[in-house]
DNA sequence: CAAGCCCATAGATACGACGTATTCAAGAGT
DNA sequence: ACTCTTGAATACGTCGTATCTATGGGCTTG
């Protein structure tokens, strides 16, 4: 009869002992059903998925350079490494193919690409790369775009930001002023993200708008990165403020003005040669 | 009618009322040798696989709208309506999560998201934007992006560019002249892709040198948009050699003033406003 | 030594089974 | 009557396996 057991329930049968012996490394199928998942997800971070949990271990690693551009990664090398399932490599792969990190082919495997094909625009690369070896040359090329998108976008708000948002503006700008002394950079942190966030969303420009991540990214990724222990530079935070009047008043060319100046000051922080 | 049955593939209880789509448990490996004919795939043979298929499908339907956000794709439908497997819708709507173009929840489905959260910065994604229905809005998009970026790439290349950068920088303004007139569009959209996809890369900031693509479909969107007829503004031309010149010789605020003397122009032929 | 054929290999695709989280609704408790 | 708990239904998540296909390397042959 061609039928084996369709009902799960009754036979352990000795036909899986193949299977045994891959399946023996982990016991996944039974160790996941059990409560041990949940002591394990209440402890450590959180995974909500296997498939994430790979693509976190994969993306950083090709990212950061630990496989360089060319190296090969086997399906079943991968499979056995992260003790996961061909079908979590597979979407994981896939999802690697559609950044254009890999490429797979038959026959050869999942090669790596060159840093000139990644899409360094996803916003899943740009935090890998941040958090990675290469975080200071990718804070300066986010920062080189900041300083050509961001007065423009400044511009673009004066003209069309609604009442709201210039409200919003001139709240961080103000909640900016009130944490620039004595040792608050928590606090300017949030105000400073939030105002080039409003700005970015209100040039109505939806290619800007999405930068807003990124540009909160780079923001945090300075300060936690040369100061800590110094007040916010003064002359920036009076910048702010002006361009928060700027915008109110719809000066547009004096808000993108302002923005530039603020976005050479936040490159010259950097030592990037300012044009 | 309660539980009775659950097995998916034998059952034949389906409560769907409509027999539609019954035949596809049917031979699957065998339907694709044999074109059943419900799908003309005879005429589109770039296609290399089940998976791009479904993702070219897929990916423009969403972005063009025809999955309004808050649209809940069942995974089963996607299979018998696609005729493919699960393990290829699958993973294709992997790859529309990493696009943050849907959200796969359990018990609930594969929801497409608000626009908002899409990654308009996915090359990908711009590429299914710009062929469908609200390609004139995304078109104005990126031309505003353009006027932000390519101004300061300009600066930048004239820093940075090196001889060889400098020659085919010359080269392909001289041919752009050299096409301006005379009904040779295809020829001048040649040199004038290649022309800013060299100052981008000649920037030496890999997040200007990504946007040369974009840049590409953006000028052919424009010319295949509005002309076909009309030979390019002589200004236009111009101010391509001028800039060429600039950044041959170092003169990065002449680069930067010139290149945004074009984006305006570009942005003028779109009816939007400028600053 | 070169050119072409053969086959081993590894990804591509498919499919069914089971696990699990989430939602909805019924029922118990206050 | 309202709320909270709990159970069932459901649709995605994960897995293992089988088969197909393309491709690269090795072998054979002229």
């Known amino acids: 009869m061609t039928s084996q057991d369709q009902g799960r329930g009754g036979g352990e049968d000795e036909t899986r002992g193949q299977g045994r012996g891959r399946d023996q490394d982990r016991g996944r199928g039974q160790d996941q ?4 998942g949940q ?19 994969l993306g950083p690693a090709i990212t950061g350079g630990a496989y360089p551009p060319g190296t090969v990664l086997r399906t079943d090398e991968l499979e056995r490494r992260f003790e996961v399932s061909r079908t979590v490599v597979r979407e994981v792969v896939r999802v690697l193919e559609s950044m254009h990190l890999v490429e797979s082919r038959r026959r050869v495997g999942v090669t790596v690409l060159p840093t000139e094909h990644w899409n360094v ?21 986010l920062t080189v775009l900041r300083s050509a998108i961001e007065p423009v976008a400044a511009g673009l708000a004066a003209r069309l930001a609604t009442a709201d948002q ?11 002023v009130a944490t620039s002394r004595g040792q608050q950079l928590e606090g300017y942190l949030v105000h400073d993200m939030a105002f080039h966030r409003v700005i970015l969303r209100a040039s109505g420009n939806e290619m800007f708008a999405r930068l807003g991540d990124v540009v909160a990214e780079v923001l945090t990724g300075r300060t936690e990165h040369h100061v800590m222990f110094t007040d916010p530079d003064p002359a920036a935070v009076t910048l702010h403020v002006q361009v928060a009047e700027a915008v109110r008043t719809g000066d547009a060319p004096r808000a993108e003005r302002l923005t530039r100046e603020i976005t050479t000051g936040a490159m010259a922080e950097l030592d990037i040669l300012a044009p």
């Open 33 to 36: 059903g059990q409560g041990q």
């Open 166 to 176: 210039c409200a919003e503006l001139t709240q961080h700008a103000l909640g900016m």
């Open 121 to 141: 625009y996803d916003p899943q690369v740009i935090r890998w790369r941040l958090a990675g070896a290469d975080r200071p040359r990718q804070l300066r090329s």
């Open 39 to 57: 002591l394990d997800r209440g402890q450590e971070r959180e995974q909500q998925g296997l498939h994430a949990r790979l693509l976190a271990s």
